[in-house]
């Protein structure tokens, strides 16, 4: 039979098929991908060995690997990675056939590798020291790389946030009788990776995000938020591109409130120790790999690895993993990467950065929180003109904005929005929490767990608490009940109500408060607020962290010291108005009415006075300008709180008392400064500062003077002066400034014991200067009930130190009390220990 060329050539084709075919059904494949226990990141160039046929290879720059075989092997599979602890899997036809998923010449292995191992290996005792070598490389080219030197960028950011329970024992759990209504969450724990883990918590967001360098300006409009769980605007924003601050190129990384030496720091050699492992070629591109490990125990540092591009030395991807010793509260496992891209001919840019932390609260073998946040990044351009037209319309620094309808978007397009697909563990948080917050039982448990943390319980349109302030006792009032009613959002998004009542079965009478806010905008945010209080005045609560009308005061309050008490009864008024964050004005009409009851001046002193108003009758405006720039806040519906300003925060206030109205019967103008900031100074620790001055014109009591703040209970109070009484000095002219630094674990990193502990170490001063005069002194000094003290100009001070972070938790103070000298006659306690409970990373 005779074929034509062509017919030829077609045959030829098929049989090769046919016997391609047939060889691939005779093949053995073991194939799958190496990744990161903790961050789930796929680790490239990995290294992947049979122990006894010596049969290797490495990942591709995926993490992926594949070997094919005639028959199944009788070995060991070992994978390494510098950084990492060894992984040996066994392989035989017994155990192919256990694995394989239907398939019995198909093996599918996904390797999960733990951290470990860095410490030995990269000591260097070359002479001519190579990792040194390409650090210096990559410093010296930092302002070539670093994304922050272009004038202008934006990009298309998609951000992710997971958070997974973890170190789950399941069986417990159902055992659990308040769980057991749960049980078909239970059903949803991951273990196919070993340590079981239920996603709880899902949220994304999708933006386009706006730089200008010079002046520096930020714009991002959130197209779309899509989230399961607290759905609050104020994280969502947390969540978009204004406040994404780590950069690798930094000299320090942040993570959470520590700042850490990155390795590619400018004194990055005197903290790391660095070594070149070997050399990879991806699309055409030579990348070096380089690890790092720190120099010394105890200290902000990190250990990883990252791959550096030739001929630029820019980073093309770096992972950071948290020591063991960190010294960092409440966190077992933590790492971060970046993965850089060129986006032109030698332009490398940012394009995914990951945050991975296995928070551990309760120790490292209780159960735990993984928070998963990663950042993604497309359509980047930079230097162009509808860039800086597009910031050109800020009014402020930094600007966020929801566009109509993001948080309202439909499954369909997030699907077709995301830039990388759900993961089996993600997807299944959608239909659990949904199915959760319609169990009224889980939002029972909810409430509860969140009335034992909060204080606040809600209860239809009303919220009630905090409990912590429902019994309390004290020398006037014997055993005190007091029971808070408020609105919350359901009652009105925009209106608060609050009041309180309270009764002192020992003097019998009734105290309360009633209160209203209502919001005319959030941003920028403008409201009114009116109150009026009938109470006493426990323990000048605008200074104490703990007040006396408060459960946790009664144990600890100082012996020896008389407790003062004064009522007053108190009508207020203010509007805030705010132009941009932190930028802010706040108009109040205040008049109060002072009762002393007792160890105070009695109200008999002051009736005779000249005035034609009642006694210790007041009416004042006032006007308060707040100067913070750029400051960033967390809100709930009604109420903000500071996170601070990355510049020093300045305060004005000026008071005018009108005599004669409401029966006032003080004049007198009050003016007041104060400069303050919180500020990282790394890698010295953090250092906060307040530096205050004030004046009062006028002949007043002792209550419209200024009162220095003193504390009476051994709780250290940051804000007062702690070995000086409430009322033992008053003043109408003062200055001072009141300082705190803490280094972080300074001098205890040294001692094997401490460090492990991880205990801090810090120093506080505080002083006042002030003085009263003669018409004042005359009003208050002279009479048998006096027990004020006038500095007369000299100064008060008090020096600091102590231990911070024990058992992660406590803080003990040492204060001293240097100025001024006290007379021989006088008794004052010159020394004090005070304890403190906080929770801080």
């Known amino acids: 039979m005779n074929f034509s060329p062509k017919s030829r050539r077609v045959f030829g084709v098929l049989l090769t098929l046919l016997i391609t075919l047939f060889a691939n059904a005779q093949t053995k494949t073991i194939r799958g991908y190496v990744k990161d226990k903790l961050s789930d990141e796929r680790i490239p160039f990995a290294s992947l060995k049979f122990i006894r046929s010596q049969q290797g290879r490495l990942t591709d720059s995926a993490g992926s690997f594949i070997f094919r075989f005639d028959e199944w092997p009788v070995d060991s599979l070992e994978i390494t990675y510098v950084g990492y602890q060894d992984v040996r899997i066994g392989i035989s036809p017994e155990i192919a056939r256990s694995l394989s998923k239907g398939d019995e010449n198909s093996i599918e292995l996904i390797v999960n590798m733990e951290r470990g191992k860095f410490t030995t290996e990269v000591v260097v005792k070359r002479k001519i020291d190579r990792g040194y070598l390409m650090w210096k490389r990559i410093v010296k080219r ?39 209504p749960f049980g078909f969450i239970l059903d949803n ?36 938020v899509n989230t399961k769980g607290v759905n609050n605007e104020s994280v969502s924003k947390f969540l978009g591109g204004t406040d994404q601050v780590i950069n690798f190129y930094n000299n320090f990384i942040p993570v959470f409130d520590k700042e850490f030496v990155s390795p590619i720091s400018d004194n990055g050699d005197a903290y790391y120790n660095y070594k070149v492992l070997d050399t990879q070629y991806v699309a055409g591109q030579r990348l070096i790999h380089m690890v790092f490990s720190p120099k010394r125990k105890g200290e902000n540092t990190f250990e990883g690895d990252c791959w550096v591009h030739d001929p630029t030395w820019a980073i093309q991807k770096m992972t950071l993993h ?56 497309k359509d980047i351009v930079v230097n ?33 929005s995301r830039h990388e697909e759900l993961s089996k563990n993600e997807k299944a948080i959608y239909a659990m929490i949904d199915t959760l917050q319609k169990m009224p039982l889980f939002k029972r448990y909810v409430s509860t767990i969140n009335f034992l943390a909060t204080g606040y319980k809600n209860v239809g349109n009303y919220e009630i608490g905090p409990w912590f302030n429902w019994a309390t006792a004290n020398a006037w009032e014997g055993f005190r009940m007091r029971f808070d009613l408020g609105t919350n959002p359901k009652f009105n998004k925009d209106l608060f ?78 509007y805030f108005k705010e132009w941009t964050p932190g930028i802010s004005a706040t108009i109040t009409a205040t008049q109060k009415n002072f009762d002393p009851l007792q160890n105070l001046p009695p109200k008999s002193l002051f009736i005779d006075n000249g005035g034609k108003g009642q006694a210790l009758h007041n009416f004042e405006m006032g006007l308060r300008l707040r100067f913070a720039y750029n400051e960033q806040f967390f809100e709930t519906n009604f109420n903000r709180y500071s996170l601070g300003s990355a510049l020093p925060i300045l305060e004005l206030q000026y008071a005018r008392g009108l005599p004669n109205v409401f029966n006032s019967n003080y004049s007198y103008d009050r003016l007041y400064a104060s400069v303050s900031d919180y500020m990282k100074i790394a890698p010295y620790g953090s250092l906060y500062y307040n530096v205050f001055a004030g004046k009062t014109n006028g002949t007043l009591p002792y209550m419209l003077l200024n009162v220095m703040p003193g504390n009476e209970i051994y709780y250290y109070n940051k804000y007062a002066f702690n070995l000086m009484a409430r009322f033992e000095y008053i003043s109408d002219r003062y200055a001072g400034f009141n300082v705190e630094h803490n280094f972080g674990n300074g001098i205890f990193r040294y001692i094997p014991l401490t460090r492990k502990l991880k205990f801090r170490q810090f120093w506080s001063a505080k ?24 500095l007369d100009g000299k100064v008060y001070m008090e020096l600091g130190t102590g231990v911070d972070n024990i058992f992660k938790v406590f803080r003990v103070d040492f204060v001293w009390r240097v100025l001024p000298r006290p007379l021989p006659v006088e008794s004052v306690s010159r020394f004090g220990i005070f304890g403190s409970f906080r929770l801080a990373f």
Do not use: C
Request: charged residues 25%; positive net charge.
């Open 767 to 790: 002083a006042i200067t002030g003085g009263i005069s003669e018409a004042n002194k005359a009003l208050n000094f002279n009479n048998t009930y006096n027990q004020f003290k006038d």
């Open 497 to 574: 109500l609050h009041g309180y009542l309270a009764y002192g079965f020992g003097d019998q009478q009734f105290k309360y408060k009633l209160e209203g806010k209502y919001l005319f905008s959030r941003s920028p945010r403008t409201y009114i607020h009116a109150s009026y209080t009938k109470d006493l005045d426990n323990g000048q609560v605008y200074y104490d962290e703990i007040s006396t009308d408060n459960i946790f005061a009664l144990a600890i309050r100082k012996q020896g010291i008389p407790i003062k008490f004064m009522q007053i009864q108190e009508a207020r008024l203010e």
């Open 189 to 224: 724990i991951d273990t196919s990776e070993g340590q079981p883990f239920l996603p709880v918590y899902l949220t994304e967001t999708l933006s386009e995000y706006y730089y200008q360098k010079s002046p520096r300006r930020t714009r991002e409009w959130i197209k779309a």
């Open 322 to 377: 948290l020591r063991r010793d960190a010294n960092i509260n409440f966190i077992d496992k933590l790492s971060l990467i970046q993965e850089f891209k060129m986006i032109n001919d030698s332009t490398w840019f940012l394009v995914k950065d990951k945050f991975v932390a296995d928070i551990a609260p309760i120790g490292k073998t209780r159960f735990g929180v993984i928070g998963r946040k990663t950042a993604t990044y």
């Open 384 to 416: 162009e003109q509808y860039i800086r037209d597009t910031i050109a319309r800020n009014k402020v620094q930094s600007e966020v904005h929801f566009l109509p309808g993001a948080q309202q978007k439909a499954d369909s397009f997030w699907a077709g």
């Open 142 to 180: 930092k302002p070539m790389n670093d994304r922050y030197r272009f004038n202008s960028f934006a990009y298309e950011l998609y951000n992710k946030l997971e958070l997974d329970i973890n170190r789950i024992n399941k069986d417990k759990m159902k055992d659990f009788g308040p769980l057991r």
